[in-house]
């Protein structure tokens, strides 16, 4: 995401809403609140409903997605931590490690994650 991105607001959904309504077009809409004209046409495409753009509609439709979103467990599994850290136990490099799991087909963690969970280990007195 680009530096200093913030979601729209529902105050913004309801000035979209009524400029919308009275013909305003996006990049005008967008520069009365200063955004870009492409975020206004997102949010119009992806929350608008069949008869147009609402703003409660368009907002619950956000809420819903964003929680949605934010439900979806993550991928790193206490299990393939503990390959993880097995291997770098075994003195593998956090590279190797990424690197064989996903050889073998798994949906690992990029080194730099490796180095972070390293690195807060260490902070909190463990010993990898």
Not at 76 to 92: D, F, I, K, N, S
């Amino acid at each position: 995401m680009p530096k200093g991105y913030r979601h729209l607001t529902y105050e913004e959904r309801c000035q979209i809403s009524a400029l919308k309504g009275s013909g305003r077009s996006n990049g005008e809409i967008a520069r009365q609140f200063g955004r870009d004209p492409a975020t206004v046409g997102r949010e119009v495409r992806r929350n608008g409903g069949e008869g147009g753009y609402a703003h409660a509609e368009a907002q619950a439709r956000a809420e819903a997605r964003r929680s949605a979103a934010s439900s979806v467990p993550g991928k790193m599994t206490p299990e393939l931590w503990a390959q993880v850290e097995g291997r770098l136990r075994e003195g593998w490099s956090p590279e190797q490690v990424s690197g064989r799991l996903r050889l073998e087909g798994l949906d690992a963690p990029g080194r730099e994650w490796i180095y972070r969970h390293v690195r807060a280990d260490r902070e909190a007195g463990g010993t990898l």
